[in-house]
């Protein structure tokens, strides 16, 4: 007999059941009461054995942590607007290393192009913004702030800078308060 056949879908909650189990809607209350309990119980320990054998990375709390950073109210949000490894170009595949990624963020009126580069333990970074421009740049990782500078025509570059997630706050040098650009936290 298939086992769609013998499944049927809870009246409570819309969950599955195999025939022979009784549904949640048959039980009274004490029952009930005390299948949320079992159910809180497991998840409960199912945590902390998540927790335990696998936990979550402290860089990767830290990092969550300072993706708040960019809250700031003179810094406009740059949105991703290209990445290599998700916007196939099948010419570029074929020609391009598969060391080098091709990040661009757009805000406003202006774009930050990104070449990462990778080696086994950390990245190199070249960058420019568009339209050319001095500016102060902070390459935010989920532990360090790098600060470059860009030059007149807008180039910048660092390394190593360590693989993790990674921001950029741009601030133009003939501009005033209020013109900062904050990328998005991608993962290098």
């Not at 819309?14 to 809180?40: K, P, Q, W, Y």
């Amino acid at each position: 007999m298939p086992l769609l056949s013998l499944m049927r879908v809870s009246k409570y909650d819309g969950r599955a059941t195999v025939h022979g189990d009784r549904d949640e809607s048959e039980l009274d209350e004490s029952e009930l009461d005390e299948s949320e309990l079992h159910e809180s119980e497991l998840e409960k320990e199912l945590r902390r054995a998540a927790a335990h054998f696998d936990p979550v990375p402290r860089e990767l709390l830290q990092a969550a942590a300072n993706a708040f950073d960019w809250r700031a109210i003179d810094a406009e949000l740059a949105e991703l607007v290209f990445d290599s490894l998700v916007d196939h170009d099948e010419l570029a595949l074929v020609r391009g290393p598969l060391d080098r990624r091709l990040l661009s963020f757009h805000a406003g009126g202006m774009t930050i192009d990104l070449e990462v580069t990778s080696t086994s333990t950390s990245c190199g970074l070249v960058g420019q913004l568009v339209p050319p421009q001095q500016a102060s740049v902070e390459i935010r990782t989920g532990t360090d702030v790098i600060t470059v500078e860009a030059d007149e025509l807008g180039r910048f570059s660092a390394g190593p800078v360590p693989k993790g997630p990674l921001s950029l706050r741009c601030a133009a040098a003939r501009a005033g308060p209020g013109t900062a650009v904050v990328t998005e936290w991608v993962p290098i």
